[in-house]
C-alpha cells in the first residue's frame, strides 16, 4: 500500500528539510520528501494543495510527491477593521478551506487588473467572504517585510494567480487550501486519500 505526505514549511527552511528528511526515515523511504521547485519550471498537477504561512507570509504550492514552489503572499491585516458595512477582525483565519468557485470582480483596485478571484469555502460547501486575488498595489505589497496588508483575503501576484488557476481548473474547480499560522516541529503529515488516488 503506498502512501504520500502533504509537507508544509513554516519558520526556516533549514528546519523544514531536517523535518522531511526524518520523516523519510521513519517511513523507510530514506529519501527526501521535499524538494522545491523554481516558480519558473512549476507545472501544476491534479491533487496540488495551496499552503498559507500567515505567520511568514508566504504561500506554497505543493504537489502530492512533496515538491513545492514558494512565494510571497498578502495576508489580513491583523486588526479590527470596518469594510464593506462590516466590522471584523482582519486576520486571516487558520482553516482547511476549499477554492470552489471563480469569480470576475469589477473593482480592479480591489481585485487587481484582472478581477479574479477564487472563492473560499468552509467545509466543502459553506461560502465565506475570503478568497485569493490580486490587487492593483500587489507589487508594491509583497515587497514589503509584512506583508499583514488585506482585509482577510489572501493577495498574490498576477503571475502566481495564473498558476493558482490553472491548478484549480485542473482540480475540477475545487482547490485544496490551508491557511495557517506557523507550522509545528512535525508537519509531515499523511495525504488526503483522494490525492493518494491520483497516482
Not at 119 to 134: P, Q, S
Not at 150 to 160: F, K, L, Q, R
Amino acid at each position: 500500500m503506498g502512501f504520500s505526505v502533504k509537507v508544509f514549511h513554516l519558520s526556516g527552511v533549514l528546519s523544514t528539510i531536517a523535518s522531511f528528511l526524518l520523516a523519510a526515515s521513519a517511513y523507510g523511504s530514506g529519501t527526501p520528501l521535499l524538494t522545491a521547485i523554481p516558480q519558473e519550471n512549476w507545472r501544476p498537477h491534479v491533487g496540488d494543495t495551496f499552503f498559507v504561512d500567515t505567520k511568514e507570509n508566504l504561500g506554497y504550492l505543493i504537489h502530492s510527491n512533496g515538491e513545492y514552489t514558494s512565494f510571497p503572499v498578502v495576508t489580513g491585516q491583523r486588526r479590527n477593521v470596518y469594510y464593506i458595512g462590516r466590522y471584523y477582525d482582519a486576520t486571516t483565519p487558520t482553516w482547511e478551506w476549499s477554492a470552489a468557485s471563480r469569480h470576475i470582480k469589477g473593482d480592479r483596485v480591489t481585485f487587481g487588473p484582472t478581477g479574479r478571484f477564487l472563492r473560499l469555502y468552509k467545509n466543502g460547501d459553506e461560502r465565506t467572504a475570503y478568497g485569493i486575488h490580486g490587487h492593483r498595489d500587489a507589487e508594491q505589497m509583497l515587497k514589503e517585510e509584512d506583508r499583514y496588508r488585506s482585509m482577510g483575503c489572501i493577495i498574490v501576484s498576477e503571475d502566481i494567480l495564473n498558476v493558482i488557476e490553472q491548478t484549480f481548473e485542473m482540480s475540477s474547480g475545487n482547490l485544496s487550501v490551508i491557511t495557517q499560522y506557523g507550522i509545528p516541529d512535525n508537519f509531515a503529515l499523511s495525504i488526503l486519500e483522494k490525492e493518494e488516488k491520483t497516482y
